[in-house]
C-alpha cells in the first residue's frame, strides 16, 4: 500500500546527492521569443535578451532543454506545420539545439489533454528527455504555464512580461524577473540541496529537529532522510502534534516528544524545570551533533541553547539571528524556497545528502502497518475540510458545495477529518458524500489517500500527506502563506482560491478579512474541472 516514489539513479551529473532537475522546460513565446501572435515567418523571430546565453549555462550544468509550446494557429489555420517548423530551425540557429520540442496543434474548443493549462506537453516533454515530471523545472510567462507545470507535479517559474496579468503573478509559486533571472534561480536551487563539502564517514548518533504540526514534520522528511543516510542512528525531538506524522517518516530510530514554549501558537509558559528535564533527556540522546529544522518565522536558537547545556558538541541551524556560540553551521536561505528544498539545504549545509537513488521528494515508510479500511475500496476521491489553521480552511458551506458537485460529476466522495471534526465532516458528507470524519489515525488517513484518485483539502497537514504518497491535490490554498513555500511538493496539484486576497502574506491563523473570501469565492464547478485535469478519465 505504501509505495517507494524514488526511482533510481539520477545522480550522475553530481557527485554529491541527486540534483532537484534533470530537465529544463521553455515556453516559446514570451519566454524564449518576443511574442508575434501566431508567428510562422522565420524572419519574425527575436530572441529575448540574455535568452541564449542563460539557455547556455543549462546546457553546461547537464540539464536537458525541452520547449513546450501552445501553437493553436495550426488548428486555425493561420500557418501550417512546415512554417512553424521554419520558425523553430530560426529559433535553434539563434539559441542553440533543444532535447525536444513538444507542440500543441489544438484550440481551446478541441478539449484535448495537450493544450496548457492541461499537462500533456510536460507529460510529452518529461517522457522524451527520459525523465519523469517532477524533476523537470518549468519557466513560462502566463498562468497557463504555471497551471500545466503544477498539474503534471513539476516545478513552475513564471517569468512576467507586460502582458501578464496581476492575479496571474500572484498565483505563481515562483517569480524570476526574465528568463537569466530564472536560470539563476534554477541553478541555485539545486546547488543548495548539495553539500559543499561531503562527508568522508558517517557521523554517529544525530539529533534532529522539527516541531509543530504534522504537516511541519512530513515536509521535512527529506532532510531527515538526507541526515540519516549519513548517520549510525537518527533521533527526532518533536511537539505532541507531529507526533503522528514523525511516526511515519523513514530514518527515524527514536523519537522524543516535547512541546517547545517558543515555537507553539498558543504556548504554555515556559516552565523552568521542564526545561531542566528537557535538556537532560537532550543530553541523555549522545548526540555528537544536532541539525535543528525550523520554519521562516520560527527561531532555533532557545533549543540551541539548551543543546549546549546538554553538550551537543555541533549544532546545526538555519538563523538569520545573530547566533554567536550557539550555532556551529549558521545557515541562511532565501525566501521563495520549498520548505522541503529549505529543510534538504540544511542538511547539506551540515554535511548530510540524500544518497543516490533517494529522490528529493516527499516519502513515507515503506514498513508501515496497512490498517483495514473497508471504505478505502474502489474508485473514490477524498474531501477533507478541515484545517488545522483556521484561516487555512474552506468554509464548511462551500465544502458542502463541492461535495455535492463532485457527486453529481458521477465521484464517489470520501469525506476525512479528525476526531474533534466530526461535526464538520458530517455537515459536509451530507451533501452526497461518505462520512468518515474521526474514523482513522495518520497512518489510517494514509491508507485512504494511497488509494484516492484524488484529494481535495486546503493548505494543512493531509495535502502533505497525500504528496508523500503520489496522490494528485486539488489544493484551496489561503494566501496567507507563500504558495510556493508550501505547496504539496512534487506532486501533480492544481491550486484553486483568491492568491490576492487581502490576507495575502499576513500569516494570519484566523482570516483578518470579513467572509473569508481568499477560499469562500472557490467555485465548485472549477473544483470539478481541477479533479478531471488531475485524474482524467
Ligand atoms: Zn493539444
Known amino acids: 500500500m505504501f509505495t517507494s516514489l524514488s526511482q533510481g539513479n539520477h545522480s550522475a551529473m553530481n557527485p554529491s546527492g541527486p540534483a532537484l532537475y534533470d530537465a529544463v522546460l521553455l515556453d516559446r513565446d514570451g519566454t524564449l521569443v518576443e511574442d508575434v501572435p501566431y508567428n510562422g515567418d522565420p524572419e519574425k523571430v527575436r530572441p529575448l535578451p540574455g535568452a541564449r546565453e542563460a539557455l547556455d549555462r543549462l546546457r553546461a550544468a547537464g540539464l536537458r532543454l525541452a520547449v513546450v509550446t501552445n501553437q493553436s494557429g495550426l488548428a486555425r489555420g493561420y500557418f501550417t506545420e512546415r512554417d512553424m517548423h521554419a520558425v523553430h530551425a530560426r529559433i535553434e540557429e539563434l539559441l542553440g539545439p533543444f532535447d525536444h520540442w513538444a507542440v500543441c496543434p489544438h484550440d481551446d474548443t478541441d478539449g484535448c489533454g495537450c493544450r496548457k493549462p492541461a499537462p500533456g506537453l510536460v507529460h510529452e516533454a518529461a517522457r522524451a528527455l527520459g525523465t519523469a515530471p517532477r524533476r523537470c523545472v ?38 524570476a524577473r526574465d528568463l537569466p533571472g530564472a536560470v539563476d534561480e534554477i541553478l541555485r536551487r539545486d546547488r543548495a540541496v548539495r553539500p559543499v563539502v561531503p562527508r568522508t564517514g558517517r557521523a554517529g548518533t544525530v539529533l534532529v529537529v ?24 537518527v533521533a527526532l525531538l518533536c511537539g505532541p502534534r507531529g507526533r503522528a506524522a514523525a511516526e511515519l517518516l523513514p530514518g527515524i530510530d527514536e523519537i522524543i516528544e516535547w512541546p517547545l514554549p517558543w515555537i507553539d501558537g498558543s504556548p504554555e509558559p515556559v516552565d523552568p524545570d521542564d526545561m531542566r528535564r528537557l535538556t537532560a533527556r537532550l543530553a541523555a540522546v549522545g548526540a555528537e551533533e544536532a541539525v535543528v529544522f525550523t520554519s521562516f518565522h520560527q527561531s532555533a536558537l532557545p533549543l540551541a541553547l539548551l543543546l549546549r547545556m546538554a553538550g551537543v558538541p555541533r549544532i546545526s ?33 551540515a554535511g548530510f545528502a540524500l544518497p543516490a537513488g533517494d529522490e ?6 515503506a514498513d508501515l502497518p496497512a490498517p483495514a479500511v473497508d471504505s478505502a475500496a474502489g474508485d473514490y476521491l477524498v474531501v477533507h475540510p478541515g484545517a488545522s489553521v483556521p ?26 477529518g479528525g476526531p474533534g471534526e466530526r461535526e464538520l465532516t458530517a455537515r459536509v458528507a451530507a451533501a452526497g458524500g461518505t462520512d468518515l470524519g474521526g474514523t482513522t489515525d495518520l497512518a489510517g488517513l494514509a491508507q485512504i489517500l494511497a488509494g484516492a484518485r484524488c484529494l481535495v483539502v486546503g493548505n494543512t497537514g493531509p495535502a502533505h500527506l497525500a504528496a508523500a504518497l503520489g496522490t494528485p491535490v486539488v489544493s484551496l490554498f489561503a494566501p496567507t502563506v507563500p504558495f510556493g513555500h ?43 474541472a481541477a479533479v478531471r485535469r488531475l485524474a482524467p478519465g
Open 138 to 175: 518549468l519557466v513560462g510567462d502566463i498562468g497557463r504555464d504555471m497551471a500545466a507545470a503544477l498539474a503534471a507535479g513539476a516545478t513552475g517559474i513564471l517569468v512576467p512580461t507586460p502582458v501578464t496579468r496581476p492575479e496571474e503573478v500572484a498565483e505563481a509559486p515562483a517569480v
Open 391 to 416: 484561516a487555512r480552511a474552506c468554509p464548511p458551506e462551500r465544502c458542502a458545495e463541492i461535495v455535492a458537485a463532485l457527486a453529481a460529476d458521477g465521484h464517489r466522495v470520501l469525506v476525512t
Open 486 to 528: 508550501w505547496a504539496p511538493y512534487r506532486v501533480p496539484t492544481v491550486r484553486l482560491g483568491d492568491a490576492g486576497a487581502a490576507c495575502r502574506d499576513t500569516r494570519a491563523a484566523r482570516c483578518p478579512v470579513a467572509g473569508h473570501p481568499c477560499l469562500s469565492g472557490v467555485d465548485p464547478a472549477r473544483v470539478v
Open 360 to 365: 528529493p521528494a516527499l516519502r513515507l515508510r
Open 210 to 233: 522539527r516541531s509543530d504540526s504534522a504537516g511541519d514534520v512530513l515536509v521535512t522528511g527529506p532532510g531527515i532522510r538526507a541526515v540519516a543516510a549519513g548517520a549510525e542512528r
Open 317 to 349: 541551524a538555519i538563523s538569520d539571528d545573530y547566533p554567536g556560540s550557539l550555532l556551529d553551521v549558521r545557515h541562511r536561505v532565501p525566501v521563495g524556497v520549498p520548505e522541503p528544498e529549505r529543510a534538504l539545504s540544511l542538511a547539506a549545509a
